[in-house]
């Protein structure tokens, strides 16, 4: 028996390291909202902390119809901004040290996917402009700032069911 969710929304980032944590803490937000029954429309998403990403993602997007991805990125845009991003609009340029579970590029997740034949049909990424990245477990004023407006824009694509 197939108990996917259609939708995935996962957040990822590392809480210890300031804005970089912003993916993870609307996940839980959202998955809070959704368990407590504060927020409609959600009964086939699924609201997963992805943490750091890595291999295991593969894993948890196969048999998913939308995975949508919130995470901090740098975009040249003011802080705190939010875009709305297909994969193939963006370019990533993080260097990897080594090849481990926990140290892969998100896109090269997708590609895998896609190689697998277990990609998802729609794949939309939140990225969110930090302020500061650096070991502290607070965000930054202007996204603490934002995180309504933030919820808002994701809880509106999972409302969007591309037909």
Known sequence: MDNHKSTLVVGLGNPLMADEGIGVLLVQKLALLSQNQEISG??????????????????????????ILIDCARMGTPSGTIRRFRPDEVRT????????????????????????????????????????????????????????????????EIKTVSN
């Not at 998403?45 to 993602?57: A, P």
């Not at 260097?95 to 590609?111: G, N, P, W």
């Open 42 to 67: 959600c009964d086939d998403v699924e609201f997963y902390d992805g943490g750091v990403g890595g291999l295991s993602l593969l894993y948890k997007i196969e048999k998913r119809r939308k995975v």
């Open 93 to 156: 340029i993080k260097a990897l040290e080594h090849f481990s579970l926990h140290e892969m590029d998100i896109l090269k997740v997708f590609e895998l996917a896609e190689q697998f034949g277990n990609a998802p049909a729609e794949v939309v990424i939140f990225g969110i402009e930090p302020k500061i990245i650096a070991f502290d477990s607070n965000l930054s004023d202007i996204i603490q700032q934002n995180i309504s407006r933030y919820l808002d824009d994701i809880l509106n």
